[in-house]
């Protein structure tokens, strides 16, 4: 399977990514989705990208990023038309923390949905990675009113509980889960992962953050932990290995338009 949201960029990885990507493969994730986070590390991501065939990068300002500007948008277009981008991301509203305040997240996130829009009027067509932390809510309906196409959306890092999936499956939105699903004082992301239908279910690590049970703690959390994670959720949803293994790998395909076998 393929780990769709890591970040390979950050300081816990630096002069690792050939052993992380060889300690991944022995556990059966053949690949991943490094992450961008600002306009200056998708340069690094793609860097990574071109230089392993079995990963691949995105390019967007992550909301907890939004105050870290001049915003270099023409590096973002750079990353997203090289060939080795598979999507915009990750990019949203975050209720998590204060700062940045909303008010600035609001307007990068509306420049960056523009810019996306500008982007796609040129054949720059790519689906989205949304950041949403306690925020669905909101960040729903700014990206109706952006004419964002909800079936490219992806919420990673799903954290809510039926309530908050009900409202992204209702809009028509993909869900992603991490290691929190594994956890025990985390009952209602299971609840709400067991709502997700088969065709828009996909699996993650966010790493280096959010390592799954049994090795919950273990910091970096690496991609070669998305098979636990896997694992979890099979049990959670009811379905033999296999055939949610199958399945997750259909999916990244077909949103990602990525496979490795």
Same mark, same amino acid.
């Given at each position: 399977m393929i780990?769709?949201?890591?970040? *390979?960029?950050? +300081?816990?990885?630096?002069g ?6 060889e #300690? ?5 994730? &053949?690949?991943?989705?490094?992450i961008?986070?600002?306009? &200056?590390?998708?340069?690094?991501a $793609?860097a990574?990208a071109?230089?392993y065939p079995n ?7 992550h909301?907890l990023?939004a105050?870290q ?5 023409d590096? %973002?277009k750079?990353?997203a038309?090289?060939?080795?981008c598979?999507?915009?991301?990750e $990019?949203?509203?975050d209720n998590?923390?204060s700062?940045?305040p909303?008010s600035?997240?609001?307007?990068? %996130?509306?420049?960056? %949905? ?5 982007? +796609?009027?040129?054949?720059?067509? *790519?689906?989205? @990675?949304l950041?949403c #932390?306690?925020?669905?809510g909101?960040l ?6 952006? /004419? @964002?196409?909800?079936a +490219?959306?992806?919420?990673h890092?799903?954290?809510? /509980?039926p309530?908050?999936?009900?409202m992204?499956l ?7 889960f991490t ?8 009952p209602?992301? +299971?609840e709400?992962?067991r709502?997700?239908p088969d065709?828009?279910i ?6 280096p953050f %959010? &390592? ?10 690496e991609p ?14 009811g379905?033999?290995?296999?055939v949610f293994?199958?399945l997750?790998?259909e ?6 338009? @990525?496979?490795t076998?």
């Open positions: 780990d769709t949201h890591c970040h *390979l960029t950050f +300081r816990d990885f630096a690792r990514v050939p052993e992380v990507i #300690r991944a493969e022995r556990a059966g994730v &053949s690949g991943m989705i490094t961008s986070t600002t306009t &200056s590390d998708c340069l690094d $793609l990574i071109r230089e990963v691949w990068c995105t390019a967007g300002v909301p990023h105050d500007g001049p915003h270099v948008w590096n %973002l750079r990353v038309t090289s060939g080795r598979v999507a915009w991301g $990019l949203g509203l998590h923390y700062d940045p909303r600035v997240q609001d307007a990068v %996130l509306a420049e960056q %949905l523009a810019f996306i829009e500008r982007c +796609r009027g040129e054949g720059v067509d *790519l689906p989205i @990675v950041h #932390r306690e925020a669905f909101e729903i309906p700014v990206l109706r009113d952006a /004419g @964002v196409d909800p +490219r959306c992806v919420f890092c799903f954290t809510g /509980g309530a908050e999936a009900r992204v209702d809009f028509g939105g993909w869900i992603s290691g929190v699903v594994t956890y025990k004082n985390a209602e992301v +299971r709400a992962a709502l997700v065709d828009r996909m699996v993650e690590t966010d790493a %959010l &390592s799954p049970d049994p090795k919950r703690g273990v910091r970096p959390c070669w932990m998305t098979s636990l994670t896997a694992t979890r959720l099979a049990e959670v949803r379905q033999e290995f296999d293994h199958r997750v790998n999916n990244t395909n077909r949103f990602f338009g @990525v496979r076998d």
